[in-house]
Structure formats: structure tokens, C-alpha cells
């Protein structure tokens, strides 16, 4: 075995020591990555903090390593807060409307929506219903001139019902007849 004399010691620990100093002089006292993990004891990830088409990422994740909620950035620089039940199937987004207004949203267990709570492009609010094939089915919002307006339609979609008031402070209730299909 090769022994090395102090001389080369004391070279090699002054010149550690100088490249230290100097890579300190450089540091800004932050700590930058394009992407840090938190893991568990086996090594699996838990928290991931990131970045996605350059727009940050937060995201947790359960025991199975399925994702359980995201905090992300839109292209758009809009923020939003996603959870996922177990099976990663997105049970509510809160977040902002592609007018930049704000917006929760619920699933069921399937992913599909089923109640958005959010705010007009006139800054008023607006609750929607949905059923569990889409469609929307109980609309509460106001008009234009910013009066109450309640619809509901039927299990396809379509608007059956109608209460608002005119533009002089009178009620409506409107109704409307679906046409039957000739045979």
C-alpha cells in the first residue's frame, strides 16, 4: 500500500477548501432543481415537487403510489387544486374558468362531472348540476341584467324549464314541449 506524505495531505485539503470557498461565493442561498422528491422508506415517491410544461407541480400520492392531489399552474399562469380518490379518478377541481373567474367542480367515483360551482364572465355566481351522462340538468344563475334565472331540463340535456324575471322586475316561469320524433 502506497502511503501518501502530509505534504500531498495538507495540498489536497487546501485545494478541497479553496474550490468550497469558492463555490460559495457563487450561492444565492437558494436551492434550485428542476425537480425534488420526497419518498417513503421503501423508496417510493409521496410528494413530488416539479415542474410541467414549464409551470409548476406539486403532487402527493397515497401508499399504492397512486396520485391523491396535484397543485398545478395552467398555460394560461391560472392556478389549480385537483384530488383523486384511490383509484386516481379526479373527484374535485378547484381552479378558474377559462375567463380567469373561479371554479369548484365535483366528480363521482367514475370521473364524471356532476356539480360546478363558479362565477359569470359578469362576476356573479353560478351553481350547475349534472347527470351521470353529462348532461347538465339544474342551472341557478342570473341574467345579464344580473336578476335570478333557474333552469332545468330533462334527463337529455334539453331545457324544459325556465324561471327568470324581465328586464321591468316581473316573474317568468317559461315551459317548453319536446317535439316527438316521427316514426
Known amino acids: 500500500m502506497k502511503k501518501i506524505d502530509f505534504k500531498s495531505l495538507l495540498i489536497g485539503i487546501l485545494t478541497s477548501t479553496i474550490v468550497f470557498l469558492l463555490m460559495g461565493q457563487y450561492q444565492s442561498g437558494f436551492l434550485r432543481v428542476q425537480r425534488l422528491e420526497v419518498v417513503?422508506?421503501?423508496?417510493?415517491?409521496?410528494?413530488?415537487?416539479?415542474?410541467v410544461d414549464s409551470n409548476g407541480s406539486i403532487e402527493t400520492y397515497n401508499d399504492?403510489?397512486?396520485?391523491?392531489?396535484?397543485?398545478?399552474?395552467?398555460?394560461?399562469?391560472?392556478?389549480?387544486?385537483?384530488t383523486y380518490n384511490a383509484n386516481e379518478k379526479q373527484i374535485?377541481?378547484?381552479?378558474?374558468?377559462?375567463?380567469?373567474?373561479?371554479?369548484?367542480?365535483?366528480?363521482d367515483s367514475?370521473?364524471?362531472?356532476?356539480?360546478?360551482v363558479s362565477s359569470t364572465v359578469n362576476g356573479e355566481g353560478s351553481v350547475t348540476t349534472y347527470n351521470n351522462e353529462g348532461y347538465e340538468i339544474v342551472k341557478?344563475?342570473?341574467?345579464?341584467?344580473?336578476?335570478?334565472y333557474i333552469s332545468t331540463s330533462n334527463h337529455d340535456g334539453v331545457e324544459m324549464v325556465q324561471l327568470s324575471s324581465t328586464s321591468k322586475g316581473k316573474g317568468v316561469i317559461s315551459t317548453f314541449l319536446i317535439k316527438d320524433k316521427e316514426k
Open 110 to 116: 367514475d370521473g364524471k362531472q356532476i356539480v360546478q
Open 140 to 148: 341557478l344563475t342570473s341574467t345579464t341584467n344580473g336578476d335570478g
Open 64 to 82: 399504492k403510489g397512486n396520485l391523491i392531489i396535484g397543485i398545478t399552474s395552467s398555460i394560461d399562469g391560472e392556478g389549480a387544486i385537483n
Open 92 to 107: 374535485i377541481r378547484l381552479g378558474s374558468t377559462t375567463d380567469g373567474e373561479g371554479t369548484l367542480t365535483t366528480y
Open 40 to 51: 417513503d422508506e421503501q423508496g417510493n415517491a409521496v410528494i413530488k415537487l416539479g415542474s
